[in-house]
């Protein structure tokens, strides 16, 4: 009886487990997911358009376009052109054009020459650029072809290919030492990829009196060098704002600024040279305030005369710190903090002073180079660290060519005198300077001259 009854338990918890189990399944949910993915039609068409030859070429052939390997038609541009005298050139324009729906970006620029062109001299010249001058760099964007219009519109973007025997580089030397013709062939492969968060536009002209910094600078950086260059030969000068008497309450000083460099020629990066005439340097074009250049009274201690040079100098802390904080913080935010300043020696030292600066004075050779027949400056001992401002060059300025190196007060608009950074090496106390006719002068360190500084661009 006892076991009748545990069976009877036994087979009662089973069926409530089967209960339970079936009543479970009744109350589930089957979660299903049902989608489609559809793929829109794309197409990517990039490619050159049809070349136009500049007039004055040696040859009115335009390049033949065509198909490279692996490649769609008109991807590649074939030309052949002979130049017989210096000052032929050959040049064409050519459109890249985005026709396709995805936007592209340039992912790799691969140029060669065969045979290696003429070093010494080197007179034949060869360059590919977009047709505003700029360099194409990597990441420049080409656009998708505008969709809003029936049929869409292609985007393009001009390039410009020169080729030409220089002129001013040819020499009877190197004319007559040809043995015989010489076939130079040019290749420039430009790919194009799918754009991505790499992707940049463009960098366009800038003009330095109006456009703003960032602009400026964006130009600089990208190659667009043109509207600059013609600025800065032209002396193109752009207001400034300083509080001189760092008194944000009183009116502001209006002072004016100019370029005066925009090259970084090879010389730049060797080491211990001055950095102070490569790059983008920008410059006072008024002598904007007086100052002693350090206090004399025998040089022989660092910051007294010229003992020390321009490392020691008062000035050097006066550029650094008041002129510096009397900048509007647009600006002063944009001057490289670092660059390399290399200065001459006076009688009481004998090496030549290398320091890091954000503001400057120039030196003699960044002013008047080396040249002229007369009054050539030979007591400044860190001229060969330095080449002259690609401004002072492209004006002709040299010792005995001058007048393009004076300067005038804010104050008044007469041309007065103003200080250089290079120590006269014959002397304790001398500093050279720029005389009110822009020829050189020198003159003892506690003497009040006019000041012009100097700064870079990051």
Not at 14 to 39: E, P
Not at 203 to 212: G, L, N, R
Not at 305 to 313: F, P, Q, T, V, Y
Request: proline share 4%.
């Amino acid at each position: 009886m006892r076991r009748n009854k545990k069976d009877i338990r036994l087979f009662m918890l089973l069926l409530i487990l089967l209960v339970v189990t079936i009543g479970y399944a009744l109350i589930s949910t089957t979660l299903k997911i049902n989608g489609n993915a559809t793929i829109t039609k794309q197409t990517w068409s990039v490619y050159w358009g049809v070349p136009t030859v500049t007039e004055g070429s040696v040859s009115t052939t335009a390049p033949t376009r065509g198909a490279d390997s692996g490649d769609p038609a008109n991807t590649k541009l074939t030309w052949s052109a002979t130049l017989n005298l210096p000052g032929d050139f050959y040049e064409f324009t050519v459109d890249a054009v985005n026709a396709g729906t995805i936007d592209a970006m340039i992912t790799g620029i691969t140029p060669t020459v065969s045979p290696a062109l003429p070093t010494n001299p080197d007179y034949i010249k060869y360059s590919v650029t977009y047709a505003d001058g700029v360099e194409p760099a990597l990441n420049h964007l080409l656009p998708k072809a505008d969709q809003s219009t029936t049929p869409s519109t292609p985007t393009t973007e001009k390039y410009k290919v020169r080729v030409y025997y220089d002129e001013e580089a040819a020499t009877a030397s190197s004319i007559n030492g040809m043995n015989s013709s010489t076939t130079y062939t040019f290749t420039l492969n430009i790919t194009y990829g799918q754009a991505d968060d790499n992707a940049v536009e463009k960098p366009s002209d800038a003009y330095f009196a109006t456009d703003s910094w960032d602009k400026i600078i964006a130009a600089y950086k990208g190659g667009a060098l043109t509207q600059l260059t013609e600025d800065m030969n032209a002396g193109t000068t752009r207001e400034v704002e300083l509080d001189l008497d760092n008194n944000p309450s009183t009116e502001p000083t209006i002072a004016h600024l100019r370029i005066a460099n925009l090259s970084t020629p090879s010389e730049c990066s060797t080491t211990g040279f001055s950095q102070t005439a490569c790059g983008f340097v920008i410059e006072f074009a008024d002598i904007i305030t007086e100052h002693i250049m350090n206090p004399y009274t025998d040089g022989t201690t660092d910051g007294d005369g010229n003992k020390g040079g321009w490392e020691h100098s008062e000035m050097r802390t006066y550029l650094n710190t008041d002129i510096y904080n009397a900048l509007p913080s647009e600006l002063s935010s944009k001057i490289k903090d670092d660059t390399t300043v290399v200065s001459g020696y006076g009688k009481n030292d004998t090496t030549n002073f290398t320091t890091t600066d954000k503001i400057y004075l120039f030196s003699t050779k960044e002013v008047w180079g080396k040249e002229g027949t007369s009054t050539v400056i030979t007591k400044d001992t860190a001229e060969a660290e330095t080449r002259q401002l690609d401004y002072y060059k492209a004006k002709g300025v040299t010792t005995s060519n001058y007048s393009g190196a004076k300067k005038k007060r804010i104050d008044n608009g007469y041309a007065y005198y103003w200080w250089l950074r290079s120590a006269t090496s014959y002397s304790n106390s001398g500093f050279f300077a720029v005389s009110f006719d822009g020829s050189w002068t020198t003159g003892r360190s506690d003497k009040t001259h006019w000041v012009a500084p100097a700064f870079r661009i990051a």
